[in-house]
C-alpha cells in the first residue's frame, strides 16, 4: 500500500485498486462486449495517470498499473456473459467503495480520487464508438459512465 492512502486496511486498498478494472469491465462491456481499443485505452489511461497527476494520485496509479492487465483480464472472465447480471455484481462490487473512500485520512486526496474514477469512467466510454469508432459515448455507457452506485465525496 502506498503512504499516501493512509486509514485503509490492505483488503481495503487491493478493493480500491481493483475499482479501476472493474469500472473498465463495467464501462467498455456496456454494449455486450469489451473491444480491444477499449482494454488498450484503459491501460494506455492508468500508465499516463502513473505520471501526469498529483503525487498521491500518481502513486496510486503507478501501483494500479502494476497488475491492471492481469486483474482486468481476471474481471473478463469472472463476469463474462450475462450484461445485466455483470452489471449488477460490478455495481454491487464498486458500492462497496462507499465504506472505503471515507476512510482515507487525507479528505483533499479521497476526493481527489474519487473525482478521478469518475474521470477514468468517462475516458473508457470515449474509447469505442462514435465518429470514426472514436470519442462517441453509447447510452448504455452514459447511464453507467456517472457511477452513481459510489456516493459522492464532499469537502468537510
Known amino acids: 500500500m502506498i503512504e499516501e492512502i493512509k486509514g485503509l486496511d490492505s ?3 487491493i478493493h480500491l485498486k481493483d475499482a479501476i478494472a472493474l ?3 463495467l464501462i467498455a462491456g456496456a454494449d455486450g462486449e469489451i473491444d480491444t481499443k477499449e482494454k488498450d485505452w484503459a491501460k494506455k489511461i492508468t500508465d499516463i495517470r502513473s505520471y501526469t497527476l498529483p503525487d498521491g494520485l500518481k502513486k ?3 501501483d494500479v498499473g502494476i497488475s491492471f ?3 482486468l483480464d ?3 472472465e469472472l463476469y463474462k456473459g450475462d450484461i445485466e447480471g455483470r452489471n449488477k455484481a460490478i455495481s454491487d462490487r464498486l458500492a462497496e467503495l462507499n465504506d472505503i473512500l471515507p476512510k482515507i485520512r487525507n479528505r483533499e486526496l479521497a476526493i ?4 478521478s474514477l469518475l474521470s477514468f469512467a468517462k475516458h473508457v466510454a ?3 464508438g462514435g465518429f470514426l469508432k472514436w470519442g462517441g459515448i453509447s ?3 452514459e447511464k453507467l459512465m456517472n457511477l452513481d452506485m459510489i456516493d459522492p465525496l464532499e469537502e468537510q
Open 11 to 13: 483488503k481495503e486498498y
Open 23 to 25: 469500472i473498465t469491465v
Open 60 to 62: 496510486f496509479y503507478e
Open 69 to 71: 492487465q492481469d486483474r
Open 74 to 76: 481476471h474481471y473478463i
Open 112 to 115: 481527489a480520487l474519487y473525482e
Open 126 to 128: 470515449r474509447a469505442s
Open 139 to 141: 447510452s448504455k455507457e
